[in-house]
């Protein structure tokens, strides 16, 4: 019997089986109504669509670079959260996808340079990165595009269409071939199944080492021109050396200003192929439950860039976009964030927890660096810029160069150059045979001014701590970590650098001065006594 309010009413008198029955009634509807909203969830399965620049810089409008045409990217930061202080942990190629995918840096996760040929550097065999634990969660995985890391079974997508089984070219750069991939994919895609999709051009990378032909930034291939193939969705711009945009890190040259032209033509090819992306998305139906991550790997290959801790090589553009919470898209937020930030963060969207595991030692158990980004797409009240870590060990097989860095406050940053002062900053073989470079170093041979921010000398040749005031001194000019003004900063920096560096369990935690050795109380740093003879050099 039901009372009024809609309550069950058991009178001692009222027969048993009626009760029961009724009772068995309510559980079955009440099943039936939880396995329909499950479906119903299922439906409205949550998604992340990841796009990557290769090289990628802040040359598009939202950033305030007029002059490079990217309606496409534009658009797309319109609807997003755009971070205004976003940076790679590592300003390399095959690290920085290495820490993006798995959260940790370089000397945690073991990928310290390139992967592919000559170099073949792979991460650790057990490390998890973000497809393994995805798909152990039931998200189906897909990446289109440069891969880039290795070894294949701690890296290994549900669908791969990359350079390991096309050619880079193809699924990197032509953005006609990425939309019929993008399109496969999201065909293929069970609809009650979420998906990470890891979609990685190739653009704006130079080409001056392995495809010359093809332009400097491979700014020809596909343009419909004879001898160099015709992309059918691509709408080449080309751009006047003399409208270029030089950044303040570039040299105000000629062959420079040539060089970031044929740069502008790339980048454009990428802001049409992100625009084909989206749309593919669009038709799909997935816009509408599809979280979209945009970055770079790292910053651009010109001088102070690329495989550098300066600025230039650690910033990069990023932009989140959320189809639950719109309160803050077209909004530009200064909080801090990091690519190690990525993998907590689409963790934290899938509502997945990160595992517990070890990778060398039981006793060093992994804990992720980096945060989740999400609260930020809400609000800031109450969250601040965490200190940022950088860990880069080398890039090419014969580039050892290992650096680590912090920054804090947004303001103080410290550099530890490892190698220095003894060691020349090396070049990598794509920068060198840029137009900017070997111009730099006709200028220096012929004793012409470079017109740049330094000279080659002091570009080649650091000390082994260089200390910044972001905030008097944003291109990084003045080394302050000498000044007595600094040096209490100077020190806790360091002492936090150090700390950093032993949680992560960093092999060059010691290094250059001491060796790491280990106790029953844990690693510690047996010293070499060798600093006169580095204050000698």
């Not at 008198?13 to 099943?31: A, D, E, K, T, V």
């Not at 939202?62 to 496409?72: A, E, F, I, M, S």
């Not at 802001?271 to 970055?295: H, P, Y």
Request: proline share 6%; net charge negative; hydrophobic share 35%.
């Amino acid at each position: 019997m039901m009372m009024m309010d809609g309550s069950l009413c058991y009178w001692p008198g009222i027969n048993r089986f009626f009760y029961f029955s009724w009772m068995l009634l309510l559980l079955i509807i009440s099943l039936l109504s939880c396995q329909l909203g499950a479906s119903a969830a299922l439906s409205q399965a949550r998604n992340v669509l990841l796009i990557i620049a290769d090289d990628g810089g802040f040359e598009m409008g939202v950033y305030g670079n007029n002059r490079c045409q990217t309606p496409h990217l534009d658009a797309l930061a319109a609807q997003s959260l755009v971070f205004s202080r976003a940076r790679t942990s590592v300003s390399s190629c095959s690290p920085s996808r290495a820490a993006l995918l798995t959260g940790l840096p370089s000397h945690e996760n073991g990928l310290y340079g390139l992967h592919h040929d000559v170099h073949h550097y792979n991460s650790f065999e057990n490390v998890r990165s973000l497809p393994t634990i995805l798909r152990e969660n039931g998200v189906r995985t897909g990446i289109i595009g440069k891969k880039h890391v290795g070894p294949g079974s701690a890296y290994t997508f549900d669908y791969e269409q990359t350079e390991e089984n096309n050619s880079i070219m193809q699924v990197g750069r032509n953005i006609t071939r990425i939309k019929l991939l993008v399109r496969e994919f999201l065909e293929q895609q069970n609809e009650t199944q979420p998906f990470l999709l890891y979609v990685a051009f190739h653009d704006p990378h130079r080409c001056d080492h392995e495809n010359p032909f093809y332009g400097h930034f491979c700014d020809k291939f596909g343009n419909g021109e004879p001898g160099y193939g015709h992309i059918a969705d691509w709408k080449p711009i080309r751009y006047k050396p003399e409208d270029v945009l030089l950044p303040y890190f570039v040299p105000n040259t000629a062959a420079a200003r040539e060089d970031i032209a044929s740069q502008y033509t790339t980048i454009s090819r990428l802001d049409q192929g992100v625009g084909l992306v989206l749309e593919e998305l669009r038709k799909a139906g997935k816009a509408d439950d599809t979280l979209i991550i945009f970055s770079s790997d790292n910053g651009i290959s010109f001088p102070n860039g690329r495989t550098n801790m300066y600025e230039p090589g650690l910033a990069v553009p990023m932009f989140i976009k959320s189809p639950d919470d719109e309160s803050r898209r077209g909004e530009m937020t200064d909080i801090q964030a990091n690519l190690l930030d990525i993998v907590p963060t689409v963790l934290n969207w899938f509502d997945i927890d990160y595992p517990k595991y070890h990778i060398l030692k039981p006793n060093q158990p992994i804990r992720l660096t980096g945060k989740s980004l999400l609260p930020l797409l809400s609000g800031e009240n109450g969250i601040k810029s965490d200190t940022f870590y950088g860990s880069h060990v080398t890039h090419e097989i014969t580039m050892n160069y290992p650096m680590r860095t912090i920054i804090q406050e947004e303001r103080y940053k410290l550099i530890h150059n490892l190698n220095a002062p003894g060691t020349p900053f090396p070049i990598d073989q794509d920068f060198y045979l840029s137009p900017t470079f070997l111009d730099m170093l006709n200028r220096t041979l012929n004793g012409r001014p470079l017109r740049w921010i330094k000279e080659l000398k002091d570009y080649y040749f650091r000390e082994e701590w260089e200390m910044f005031d972001l905030k008097t001194d944003p291109k990084e000019c003045v080394n302050v970590h000498r000044k007595k003004k600094y040096k209490e900063k100077f020190f806790e920096l360091k002492e936090k650098l150090f700390q950093w560096q032993k949680s992560t369990y960093d092999p060059w935690l010691c290094a250059p001065h001491g060796v790491l050795l280990e106790n029953a109380e844990g690693p510690f740093c047996a010293p070499l006594h060798n600093r006169k003879y580095f204050k000698e050099l």
